[in-house]
């Protein structure tokens, strides 16, 4: 794919690369901003990897909004970066970016994920509510202690009691999809059914009749069965 070095907007220490459709961060970013740009904006692109961040060794804020970056995403260690926006992206393995996150960007304190399926809100789905996003501040809130604001609110210190009490429980489940139910439905239904019988029992070529003993004796002394029968039909 072929660059154009001169789409690249510089202000100072902050370098933009808008909406160019790049799939990859190109060599020549890295070569010839790396070590200045303190604020890199990389959204709209049609990015997967940011491996390329590798030469932003001072970076200390970060936007890569409206991409294709999803779990698979590694970054190198950013120990300078206080801020990350990856909004409408790909991610919906929550802990796994978290656990990533706390590992290369120790000094984190600014992080937004709307618009990613792990970031349970209404802007991915209607059938999610406050209750569902406010499990998921607690939880991330557990894993990324540094934080100041997440999404577009701030940091509660109530929200910071909790996320340690009972963060480490507030995890979101991902149910499974329908794909995946439909399969079990059809495990289910090619399934041998349980019967009590003997596998002979069913042979249609050799049928055998079963016989065993039932541990429930009938007495009769609660029947009305034979209140409609004559004597001279007994």
């Known amino acids: 794919m072929a660059y154009d070095e001169s789409m690249v907007v510089v202000n100072g220490s902050q ?8 799939e990859d961060i190109p060599d020549f970013l ?7 740009a303190r ?8 990015l997967r ?7 932003f060794s001072q970076l200390e804020e970060l936007i890569v909004d409206n991409n294709l970056l999803g779990n698979d995403l590694r970054l190198p260690r950013l120990p300078r970066l206080h801020t990350l926006t990856l909004n409408k ?5 929550i802990e796994a970016l978290l656990e990533h996150l706390a590992e290369v960007t120790p000094v984190l304190e600014y992080l ?6 792990a970031c349970p809100n209404q802007l991915v789905s209607m059938d999610k509510d406050e209750d569902d996003y406010q ?10 202690t540094n934080l100041k604001f997440l999404d577009t609110r701030r940091v509660t210190q109530w929200e910071r009691s909790e996320a340690e009490a009972r963060g480490a429980f507030m995890k979101v489940v991902k149910p499974a999809n329908d794909q995946d139910a439909a399969s079990d439905l059809r495990s289910e239904s090619t399934a041998v059914p349980y019967t009590p019988l003997p596998r002979g029992s069913k042979d249609a070529r050799n ?8 541990r429930y004796v009938y007495y009769g002394k609660h029947s009305e069965g034979n209140r409609f029968i004559r004597n001279d039909q007994l």
């Open 39 to 46: 604020r890199l904006d990389l959204s709209f692109n049609q």
């Open 30 to 36: 890295g070569a010839k901003y790396g070590e200045v």
């Open 89 to 93: 992206n790909q991610f919906t393995d």
């Open 15 to 22: 370098v933009s690369c808008i909406g160019h459709d790049w």
């Open 207 to 214: 049928h055998k009749g079963v016989f065993t003993k039932c």
């Open 135 to 144: 499990r998921y501040r607690y939880f991330v809130l557990h894993k990324l």
């Open 49 to 55: 990897s940011l491996t390329g961040l590798k030469a």
């Open 112 to 117: 937004s994920l709307l618009g990613n399926e």
